[in-house]
């Protein structure tokens, strides 16, 4: 942290551990000092381990990074000759960007990680002090591209505000495909004018100041005969006000503020509105079936013209529609419609574990057939729609198994590749495996037997596809192969972990429990010392992140560490019910129940575990967690005290009311109502049993900061006892090493009962350190 933060010890804190014995080696300053140096012992012992490449444009070529002695480097594969080497001098390149910023740059730890390299492999461009640069690979010049229509942006038009903005004026205009019309907003009005002439057409005339036409939203439709434009009426803006109290440039604070919808805002209402060119009119388009937009998408044109399609996804997440316009009629209609009991979790499908929807679509000749993924039968699977008739064909893939990403739909083979998981009982049902199925249903295929995590990324023409696979305990591995065969074209990439092996390093041990309905089986790993001794008792922390967007035990190889291990404990994580990725009955109990955070099933977990190992101790259990893992790591001394002894909260969304609208809304409901208070960290404060310490960022932009004051207030009057850690300057999950230390100095005294060291007092000399001569 570039600022010393500020600790409020709002009571003293009184240790759990009286009726335990004390340790016989107290923890020391060098036990902090192992702790805090876990993550570096390891670091680059783990060599030529490969992130998921990237093709480059629509060629057979691909880009990955790979770590190496010293750093990481980046290497480029041709896929139909299998030729392996750089993508660029990382020597040279390093030497330019060092030139052109003034820095020094080593080539073995280049300020990026991702790249995009052109077709002609001729230049590279990355992201570098949140600018585009770009380096020329001829003669290795690197330089800022600057965007010449990029506009001076008005803070508080900064944060969450995703209104098409009003333009007005005809210096901006949107030209036809057929290249005789402009399209442009004036007055904010829908005008057109035909080519090489001054004289404008209006094509509407209800626009205005509080309800204009956005420029942006205009689409032609591939025949140059209609347009549509959205109507935009602003929803209420809210701003969340920062005081940055110790800013490194200036003595004087400075003040800031963004815009920041929170749950039970008025929206930004959006209105399509069809014209047709000959003759100039408007056509309305009735909302019957879109009258209450949380979103809708932008409009996308059939490419014969005979209509437009958007995506409405109503207010409280439960309806969700694809709906059509006919370009002759202005008449809509429902294509899909999907709906919910609780939410519908309406971001794409991807397959990234951690956060992820359930969307997904894929227009089969002009929309006369269309893929989608629904969860209408308890488990994410993938349909096909007659695009025509608005219904489904049929059912492609179905079981007790989620389809988890669609990766390359071949549409002359009529087959989809996409990966899933859960389809084999007794094995780990997030891993994710690659499949082949044809459009029909049949042909279910899969294309690995390996038993891990999976990734897959095909290349544009869909001949190509790499996939990435490793797990806990198998180091990555990286196979090029062909649709065109059932085996592997080459091994690109083998990770060595030998060194890493031999400094000491192990993964997390998997463990399985069953949960709250004696059925299905909880997964969480459990992260012990270097030096564990199964003889001796271990103090359980819980490591809490519960959101309902994603899983987050880890699946495949990483050096993950947890430096509470270093201090004598043993650190866990869970994912309980209400987290994502497994059958729709295992995700709905989130819904507008968020203080659940599958606490019940992680109890069990726990209990299931310390009964199978006589090391376990559960007599007193820890517990910390940031952003939403902040408010369940709270919530777990408010809600289950009998099992939670001790917490350390960053950064938490305490109460639901004061967080970003799209996270809570889709969780907790809409329209605001009861379950809101019911989950409430702040209303629920003076139930606090145990030891409580929070941290909060004062230029916190994920997490309004009162969020965390409001729950610090009702604490107050409450008149309960806690601690508060603030970091002047802090963004999201504030504290740094710092903090890092805070939490550790927290369990140590708290659950070890133990007095941390005086990290007041001088540090002394080692014995076999010589004093500098002054």
Known sequence: MRRLPLIFLLAATGAFAADRAVPADPITRADYERAAQLQDKYKGLALNVASLPTWIAQTDEFWYRRSVEGGHDFVLVNAATQEKKAAFDHTKLAAALSTATGKTYNPRELPFREIELTDKLDAVRFELDDARWKCTLDSYVCSRELDPNEAPRDPE?????DTPKAMNGDKQTKWSPDGKWEAFVENYNICVRAKGETEKVVLSEDGSEGNYYAFDTISWAPDSKHLVAYRVRPGYKRLVHYVESSPADQLQPKYFAMVYPKAGDVLTLEQPVLFELSPNKEQPIANDLFHNPYSISAPVWWKDSRGFTFEYNQRGHQIYRVIEVSAETGIARTLIDEQSGT????????????????????DLNDGKEILWASERDGWEHLYLYDGAAGKVKNLITKGDWVVRSVDYVDDAKRQ??????????????YYMHPYRINFDGTGLTPLSTQEADHRLSFSPDGKYYVDLYSTLEVPPMLELHSTAGDKPVATIEQADVRHLLESGWRPPDVFTAKGRDGKTDIWGVIYKPVNFDPHKKYPVIEDIYAGPQGSFVPKDFGIYTQPLTELGFVVVQIDGMGTNNRSRAFHDVTWQNIKDAGFPDRILWHQAAAKQFPWYDISHVGIFGTSSGGQS???????????????VANSGCYDNRMDKIWWNEQWMGWPVGPQYAASSDVDN???????????????DKNVDPSSTYQVVNALIKANKTFSLLAVPGGGHGAGGAYGQRALEDFFVHNLLGQETPDWNAPVEDKPDTPKQAK
């Open 416 to 429: 989809i590749y996409f990966e899933a998981s859960g389809t084999e009982a007794g094995k780990d049902p």
């Open 633 to 647: 790591a709270m919530g777990a001394l408010l809600f289950h005290p009998e099992f939670y002894k001790v917490a």
């Open 343 to 362: 939410f519908i979790n309406y971001e794409p499908l991807t397959a990234d574990q951690f956060d992820t929807g359930k969307i997904y679509r894929h």
């Open 685 to 699: 404060a003076h139930l606090l049993e145990g030891k409580l310490m929070l941290v909060v960022g004062e230029m």
């Open 157 to 161: 038009d900064e944060g969450y505000d």
